[in-house]
């Protein structure tokens, strides 16, 4: 089974410039999560979806960042423009709902490491 | 929210040796999770524990959560170059889906 695919793996920009990250979950998640992980810190989380709904994007800072799940499959998170700041790696995550109940084991993808210069 | 605490922020092992690493949160979680993430890579699941006071082993892996469902511990026996990594644990409150993570325990091991 193939799991979380994001690209790109790297991206280095300029300050000021849109930048934006492709996320595939694992085939039958419908929960997708986009979380951003500074160095020596644990994920953030920026959004979560259920199918193409955003059921929590308290945490997103909705001036220059925007995601997008349009058929609930492949997620698009862009920053615009984007700030020294925003360097850090942007993780994608899927889920689906646990037979046994309880909380949903969140399966990572590779994330994107993204640098503002 | 609740947050999420992890001690030590680094733990440095002599191949072999046993270590423990901790986690509390400032509020009753519902369950708790621990992840492993290598060196450039992204976080693994490894457990979920639920249960007051539960106690879950993976091979040399030993999880536990509090009574009180405040707090957790890994503790990793006879550590070998493989266990090199962060693990972080991250909680859920009682009625709250959303994992608040914590920082991680580093873990680096010397031959």
């Known amino acids: 089974e193939a799991g979380v695919v994001q690209s790109p793996r790297y991206k280095i920009i300029e300050k000021k410039q849109p930048v934006a990250f492709w996320c595939n979950p694992i085939s039958g998640h419908n929960t997708l999560y986009w979380y951003l992980q500074n160095l020596g810190q644990g994920p953030e989380l920026l959004i979560r979806?259920?199918?193409?709904?955003?059921?929590?994007d308290s945490q997103l800072p909705k001036d220059r960042f925007s995601a997008e799940r349009l058929k609930g499959v492949d997620s698009t998170l862009k920053i615009q423009p984007a700030e020294l700041g925003d360097s850090a790696v942007y993780l994608c995550a899927s889920s689906q709902p646990s037979v046994a109940g309880g909380q949903e084991t969140q399966y990572f993808g590779p994330g994107t490491r993204l640098l503002v210069l | 929210g609740q947050q999420v605490m992890q001690i030590p922020q680094y733990q440095h092992v002599q191949e072999g040796e046993d270590f423990t690493t901790y986690c509390n949160s400032s509020?009753?979680?519902?369950?708790i999770q621990w992840y492993k993430q290598r060196p450039g890579g992204h976080p693994v699941f490894l457990i979920q524990l639920v249960k007051s006071g539960e106690v879950k082993k993976q091979k040399r892996l030993t999880f536990q959560f509090g009574e009180a469902k405040k707090n957790s511990s890994l503790h990793i026996t006879a550590t070998q170059t493989t266990d090199v990594g962060t693990y972080f644990c991250a909680g859920a409150g009682s009625n709250d889906y959303k994992l608040s993570f914590g920082a991680g325990t580093t873990v680096t091991v010397r031959a």
């Open positions: 979806y259920e199918n193409e709904e955003a059921v929590d």
């Open positions: 509020t009753t979680l519902s369950n």
